[in-house]
């Protein structure tokens, strides 16, 4: 288990707001309630930033015939879908939903090399994804591409990836993360013979989606 590095701004500024109030508390002689009550706070700041960017580390076994689960969620939705808003190839949408309480890291559901794209360069009818969407698509060395959608919901924060554009990608490697609960969109191959079902609790780099 490890702590994400996105969450060190948030652990920075839970230390400063302890301080700061327990420097308000001692210069004007707070009372010892008030005082506890800063400490109590603090501590459950502290805590709930800790659980809520932790990353456990986890052995993945790399297999080019798998789709492993690019988040910890639950699936919520399978259906056919169109392929980047070409509206001719068939390919299926694979949707996860991840609740706040769920880990903050994104993994490479399988190797190859990565493109990034930009919710504008496709139609929100053909994917179903907002404004908030943000892509990247993974091609192994057979040709077969497995594209994610991260879409943030209202309290989601900015989506990113750290790594992916026009770079070979791991399976199981690290991608980026997501501030807030969202849900994450994997759209395979036709052809792919799907393993996980609607209502499944999927986990990062352990539970495999799909055979392709």
């Known amino acids: 288990m490890r702590f994400h590095k996105e969450g060190y701004t948030s652990l920075a500024i839970v230390v400063l707001f302890f301080f700061v109030l327990s ?4 210069y004007y002689d707070a009372s010892a ?3 506890g009550l800063i400490y109590c706070v603090s501590g459950l700041l502290l805590l709930f930033v800790l659980f809520f960017f932790r990353t456990p580390s986890r052995a993945l076994t790399p297999d080019s ?8 969620g639950t699936i919520n939705q399978i259906e056919e879908t169109n392929q ?5 190839e068939r390919r299926v949408k694979l949707s996860i ?3 706040p309480l769920n880990i903050r890291s994104t993994k490479a559901p399988i190797s190859g090399k990565g493109r990034l794209i930009n919710a ?3 139609t929100s009818s053909s994917h179903g994804i907002g404004q908030r969407g943000n892509g990247l698509s993974i091609q192994n060395k057979e040709g077969a591409e497995v594209t994610l959608w991260q879409h943030g919901g209202i309290f989601a924060g900015p989506v990113f990836y750290d790594k992916g554009d026009k770079q070979e990608i791991q399976q199981g490697q690290e991608l980026g993360s997501v501030k807030f609960g969202c849900r994450v969109d994997l759209i395979l191959p036709a052809s792919a013979l799907l393993v996980a ?3 499944d609790q999927v986990f990062s780099g352990k539970s495999v989606l799909a055979k392709i």
């Open 23 to 26: 420097a308000f508390a001692h």
């Open 33 to 35: 309630f008030v005082k």
């Open 65 to 72: 015939a798998q789709v492993y689960s690019p988040v910890d």
């Open 84 to 88: 980047m808003g070409s509206g001719q």
């Open 97 to 99: 939903a991840v609740s």
């Open 120 to 122: 504008s360069q496709t």
């Open 197 to 199: 079902k609607k209502g």
